[in-house]
Every structure is written in C-alpha cells, then in structure tokens.
Antibody
Framework: QLQLLESGPGLVKPSETLSLTCAVSGGSISSNRLYWGWIRQPPGKGLEWIGSIYYNGNTYYNPSLKSRVTISVDTSKNQFSLKLSSVTAADTAVYYC??????????????WGQGTTVTVSS | QSALAQPASVSGSPGQSITISCAGTSSDVGGYNYVSWYQQHPGKAPRLLIYEVSNRPSGVPDRFSGSKSGNTASLTISGLQADDEADYYCSSYTISSTLQEFGGGTKLTVV
C-alpha cells in the first residue's frame, strides 16, 4: 500500500527558505508515471495547491507562488521535495504531499501524506 | 477569495441527502471534466471522493456521487451518516494562469 510521509523543520524564520521532503513507500515514483504534488492549508483556512512534479521532473507551479517555489524529485531515494524561499508569516500552514491519480497535474489526488505543520516565526 | 464558489455550510439529518455546489466558469468547471471532490475531517488529510466530475475511486461508497451542469459541479451525499460530518472541497483544472484551483470549502453538519 502506497504511503507518503512529509518531513522537515516545523519552525522557519521569516525570509528564510522552507524545505520539506515527501518520502514514498510501498511503490516507486519512477515506475508510476504519475504526478506528485504539494498542497498547503493555513490554520482555519482552505486548501491551496502549491505545485506538482512528474516522475521525469516536469513541473507545474501555482503562479501566485511560482517565483518562490522549487519542487524536485529524487527517484534514487524515492522522494520528492519542496523549497519555498523568502517565507513570511503568511506561509504558516499544514503542508501535504500527495499523489495524483493520473499523468496530468490536475488529476485528482488519491494518496495523501499525513501533513506537517510549518510555522514561520522569529 | 477562491475562484470556485462553494457554500460555506450545509446541514442535513441522518438518512437524508444533501448536495454541495461548486460554481465556476467556462474556463474551469464548465469547460473541462477535471473536477474532483475531497472530504476532510478535522486534523486529518483530505480524502479523494470523486474525480473527473463523477468517478469514484475504489473504496468510496456509492452514497457519494458527482455531477456537473453548465459551470457548476455538484457533490451529492445520500443516506447521510454521522461520520459524513466534515469539510468538503472541490477542485478543477482551469485554462487560466492559476492552472488548478480549489473551492473555499463547505462544512457539512449532520444534525
């Protein structure tokens, strides 16, 4: 059974870079020709799509975050990562990684990590 | 403010049916069949209920159904159960620069 697990610092200082990793177990990123995505949810608010990456490294980003976001994939480690630069308090959120069920970045996301809380504060 | 408009809240009694709407435009919901619906219980990750407007992933009960008419997609839950009390989000592909968007979410209360 495919499982995703987010990891990374729970506290990031303003203006620094937020870095998270999503480890995939129970299946291979490279053998599943699917998109993998990052989604966040600020406290008490709705879901926001951050961006998604294909197994071959092709990426799509939310234009509102594109200038600050980098998503990468490491098939040798079976994981993909998120970097968000120049963070502010507005980036405080629960960050989820997820698998898209198809080979489009807009396909529904059928497997989700448990989420990790990131707080931006000095 | 989300591009996809959902009612903030809906309610129903056990055994009843409810429908949650997701209003978009011809650039997203109305123009493409890439609408998904998610259920999220407090403190939990979202769960995919519906993809491509009306398809259910394996394991999702057939009490959950999706449809679309014009620029509005809908999620219908029949035979409401207490465990259906959760937040529900729609999402859609969009030809606009945002690429993909979520609705603002709807809180379902089972009274």
């Amino acid at each position: 059974q495919l499982q995703l697990l987010e990891s990374g610092p729970g506290l990031v200082k303003p203006s620094e870079t937020l870095s998270l990793t999503c480890a995939v177990s129970g299946g291979s990123i490279s053998s599943n020709r699917l998109y993998w995505g990052w989604i966040r949810q600020p406290p008490g608010k709705g879901l926001e799509w951050i961006g998604s990456i294909y197994y071959n490294g092709n990426t799509y980003y939310n234009p509102s975050l594109k200038s600050r976001v980098t998503i990468s994939v490491d098939t040798s480690k079976n994981q993909f990562s998120l970097k968000l630069s120049s963070v502010t308090a507005a980036d405080t959120a629960v960050y989820y990684c997820a698998r898209h069920r198809g080979d489009h970045y807009y396909d529904g996301m059928d497997v989700w990590g448990q989420g990790t809380t990131v707080t931006v504060s000095s | 403010q989300s591009a996809l408009a959902q009612p903030a809240s809906v309610s129903g009694s056990p055994g009843q049916s409810i429908t949650i709407s997701c209003a978009g435009t011809s650039s997203d919901v109305g123009g493409y069949n890439y609408v998904s619906w998610y259920q999220q219980h407090p403190g939990k990750a979202p769960r995919l209920l519906i993809y491509e407007v009306s398809n259910r992933p394996s394991g999702v009960p057939d009490r959950f159904s999706g449809s679309k008419s014009g620029n509005t997609a809908s999620l219908t839950i029949s035979g409401l159960q207490a465990d259906d009390e959760a937040d529900y989000y729609c999402s859609s592909y969009t030809i606009s620069s945002t690429l993909q968007e979520f609705g603002g979410g709807t809180k379902l209360t089972v009274v």
